[in-house]
């Protein structure tokens, strides 16, 4: 593609040495560039894009998109944004593939992924042949790809839904997060429909405040054709209020009679019926909704039961907000005959307000707590510890080392208990000190389960 489109497109306040030049590929991480490439210096938390312009160059890049000069000798358009200008420029790259391809968004706290599993099941059944992108599973053509970022930048993002095309998809189900949103990554996604699931206490480390949060989720709508939105959500109501064509329902709505939901929990009940009405609005038949959601028995890290015959149960849920701790604990007590026991932390470098929070909410509902590491990132584990701990109604226990805190949990659980571990669900390392350690705590539990059946 010329490089003259892309001037037309972005409009540049500036171009430095305009020369005829095929763009042949987009690119804002060195490590990705190809010969022939437009690099996007985008500036990073920890990185600035312009920094690395001479690094861009040597791989291949052909072009730049920058915010100030460089002394460079490749063509530069100057633009305010670079990160603005990216979703713009990969829209017209990749041929605005959402125009063609049938996108459900699910957006909200809690219950995106679950929502998107249940939903890309009902489309599979429906013949529609769906994409996924999660942030534990992303499926092109049918195919797995790696996973990465909740919702993808914008050029890996409009680039993955043109090979979804391109390998026979049809339509494709996404989890629409907040601050992809506010980062501009959906810019120039078109929405066939968007589920709102709630919106809860997170990330206010970015957004500030709720109303913040809100209005983040609110802004995705505009890009929707249709939206579904729970109504049994204090924002939601609000939200379904403010828009002027959208399916409601909560949690005593009808669409799930007569379909056997294998997930547990009331939490995931509301999830069924947020893909149910979004199958709904997409126009798609009773007969293929009933066998898409009974097509899903598990969904990983999300309530997962780890089996390996001990007589009480384990569950691995990726529960780290207050909302959905509650949401969780709530349900696995009307599984036990006899004790809760929970581990659980909270994640370094993101939103403190809601470590006390959590802390209150497993002391009220579980009857031991193991306070440990979920995500400490570069934050002292211990310091994270004791502000969750700080919130509890009773004593807590502490103890970092989380293998070691699943093992205490297991060691100690007698028949009729129900053992809950929360926070990681589905990721399968943690990050520490900066760095990340390969760490699932399925794999963790299944252990200490075979340890524990040996002692006894």
């Known amino acids: 593609m010329d490089l003259e489109r892309f001037i037309v497109a972005l409009g540049p306040t500036e171009v430095v040495d305009q020369a005829p030049v095929e763009v042949r ?8 560039v190809t010969p022939g490439a437009l690099f996007f210096c985008v500036r990073g938390a920890s990185a600035d894009g312009h920094e690395l312009a001479a690094a861009a160059i040597a791989a291949g890049a052909a072009a730049l998109v920058v915010e100030r000069r460089l002394e460079v000798t490749v063509p530069q358009l100057v633009v305010s944004d670079v ?47 769906p994409g996924l992108l999660t942030n534990i599973e992303r499926l092109v053509g049918g195919a797995a790809r790696a996973t990465g970022l909740n919702t993808p930048e914008a050029i890996d993002l409009q680039r993955l839904f043109r090979e979804m095309l391109d390998a026979g998809d049809r339509s494709c189900v996404i989890e629409a997060t907040s601050i992809a949103q506010a980062k501009g990554r959906l810019c120039g996604t078109r ?23 809100f209005d983040a989720k609110r802004a995705l709508f505009a890009q929707a054709d249709r939206a579904v939105v729970n109504v049994g959500d204090e924002y939601g109501r609000r939200l379904a209020d403010e828009l002027s064509d959208v399916v409601r329902f909560d949690a005593t709505s009808d669409a799930l009679d007569g379909i056997a939901l294998k997930l547990r929990g009331d939490f995931n009940r509301e999830n069924a019926l947020a893909a149910v009405c979004a199958a709904r609005a997409l126009g798609i038949d009773g007969d293929a909704i009933r066998r898409g959601i009974e097509a899903v028995a598990r969904v990983p890290g999300r309530f997962e039961p780890v089996d390996d015959g001990q007589p009480f149960s384990v569950l691995v849920d990726y529960a780290h907000t207050p909302d959905s701790l509650d949401n969780v604990l709530r349900a696995a007590r009307g599984l036990a005959r006899g004790r809760l026991i929970v581990v659980f932390g909270a994640g370094g470098d993101r939103d403190r307000a809601k470590r006390p929070l959590m802390g209150g909410i497993a002391s009220e509902l579980a009857d031991r707590v193991i306070v440990t590491t979920d995500n400490p990132r570069r934050e002292d584990p211990s310091e994270i510890a004791s502000e969750v701990a700080a919130g509890a109604r009773h004593a807590v226990e502490i103890e ?16 009729g208990d129900v053992v809950v571990i929360a926070g990681k669900g589905a990721d399968v390392e943690q990050e520490v000190g900066g760095r990340r350690v390969p760490f699932d705590d399925r794999v963790v539990a299944r252990e200490a389960l075979r340890r524990a059946a040996v002692q006894r």
């Open 400 to 415: 970092l080392d989380r293998r070691r805190a699943i093992e205490q949990a297991i060691e100690d659980a007698r028949p």
């Open 191 to 213: 929405f066939a429909v968007l589920a709102f699931t709630n919106l809860t206490q997170d990330h206010l480390d970015f957004h500030g405040s709720m109303e913040a949060y």
């Open 83 to 129: 990160r603005t200008a990216m979703p713009a420029a990969a829209v017209l790259f990749f041929g605005d593939p959402t125009q063609e391809l049938e996108v459900a968004g699910i957006t909200g706290t809690n219950g995106k992924t679950t929502t998107a599993f249940l939903l890309h099941s009902i489309l599979a059944a429906a013949g529609r042949r």
């Open 25 to 32: 590929d987009l690119a804002y991480d060195t490590r990705s």
